[in-house]
């Protein structure tokens, strides 16, 4: 079983940042991808970004973060982090963290909810205009 955690949400003034952190516990940190997706106020959960370290590192971001969003990992951490710049009212949501326990999978799955096996609780995001 893994654990997550995130950390880091917060209320923030447009074009401002934050840096989500989720911590992962239960697992060896290898062969695996993790990502963070977000459920903005009566919308679907999104995909945000994504990191998969299998046999080199592949990312992947949603094209609405692009230039904006980092995402970055820490083996000696077991962390993920999203590094959240020149931020948007549209940003605004819960964000969550997710855990493939597999490596190697596309970027095509990647990018979807159902290739995660593990999701933290979700942190606040609220970016005021």
């Known amino acids: 079983q893994v654990q997550l955690i995130e950390s880091g949400g917060g209320l923030v003034q447009a074009g401002g940042s934050l840096r989500l952190s989720c911590t992962a516990s239960?697992?060896?940190?290898?062969?695996?991808?993790m990502a963070w997706f977000r459920r903005a106020p009566g919308k679907e959960r999104e995909f945000v970004a994504a990191?998969?370290?299998?046999?080199?590192?592949?990312?992947a971001y949603t094209d609405s973060v692009k230039g904006r969003f980092t995402i970055s990992r820490s083996n000696s951490m077991n962390s993920v982090y999203l590094e959240m710049n020149s931020l948007k009212p549209e940003d605004t949501g819960v964000y969550y963290c997710?855990?493939?326990?597999?490596?190697?999978?596309?970027?095509?799955?990647?990018?979807?909810?159902?290739?995660?096996?593990?999701w933290g609780q979700g942190t606040q995001v609220t970016v005021s205009s």
């Open positions: 239960g697992r060896a940190f290898i062969n695996c991808a």
């Open positions: 997710a855990f493939a326990d597999r490596g190697g999978i596309t970027v095509a799955t990647m990018r979807s909810s159902a290739g995660y096996d593990y």
């Open positions: 990191i998969n370290w299998s046999g080199g590192t592949r990312i």
